[in-house]
């Protein structure tokens, strides 16, 4: 399931930003701040974001530029939330990459009811959906589906069947033995060969570099482990 939906805020007025941050944890968000581009991308490389909240006038280069780049390696959402307010700033930031913009002031209701929105159509799950988020991958396990930069991943019965259980015990070193039976039945005649089959595939369709994975990791003379 998605948990702990993290959100980083990138703008240098700190006590406008900690009183977002403050609203956004008490409505369920892990929130972090960054007072620049430099420390954005720092953030950015130490984890997994799931939406970016960001200003236009930074210290070291304008929001426009961060989102240019950020869009040459990421899908992350993100909404402009500044005072910029000009008809020409704001269909830059959608046509630079940005998903919603916000004008300052705004209420932080408001603010709250943006980010909401663009999760749900982002992520397209409800509370009583089970979701795990890596990357740019999306895991339904409830509605069984897959989504990688926003396009839909085909995966066979067993595929899934061997993801969903990935994700079901992330950060857990499952054994090659546990794995088998979980997915292909505890009395089932398949050889572990099958199942280092499926992992490979499962790295081809969802990992970046599948040589050298970044989530679905093999975790030596044990087995396997969706990590997080």
């Known amino acids: 399931m998605l948990k702990d939906k993290k959100i980083l805020i990138v703008d240098d007025d700190e006590d406008l930003s900690l009183i977002m941050a403050e609203m956004l944890e008490d409505h369920g968000y892990e929130a972090a701040i960054a007072k620049s581009g430099e ?3 720092t953030q950015l490389s130490k984890s997994i974001w799931h939406l970016i909240l960001l200003d236009i006038n930074l210290p070291d280069e304008t929001g426009f530029e961060l989102c240019r780049e950020l869009r040459k390696v990421s ?3 993100i909404i402009f939330a500044s005072a910029r307010t000009s008809e020409t700033d704001r269909i830059t930031g959608f046509d630079i990459g940005g998903d919603d913009y916000l004008p300052k002031p705004y209420s932080m209701k408001e603010l709250l009811a943006r980010v909401n929105a663009l999760i749900r159509r982002t992520y397209g799950f409800t509370e009583d959906e089970k979701i795990t988020v890596f990357g ?3 895991v339904n396990i409830t509605a ?3 989504m990688k930069g926003g396009k839909a991943v085909s995966l066979s019965l067993r595929e899934f069947d061997l993801l969903s259980y990935l994700c079901e015990n992330p950060n857990t070193a499952l054994t090659k033995e546990k794995l088998l039976a979980q997915v292909w039945g505890a009395f089932s005649m398949v050889e572990a ?3 280092t ?3 490979r595939w499962l790295r ?3 990992e970046d570099d599948p040589a050298s994975p970044r989530y679905i990791k093999t975790v030596y003379k044990v087995g396997y482990m969706l990590e997080l």
């Open 75 to 77: 899908s992350v959402p």
């Open 144 to 146: 069984r589906t897959v």
């Open 204 to 206: 081809e369709k969802l």
């Open 136 to 138: 740019d991958v999306t």
């Open 197 to 199: 089959v499926h992992i």
């Open 39 to 41: 420390e954005a991308f």
């Open 193 to 195: 060969s099958t199942l």
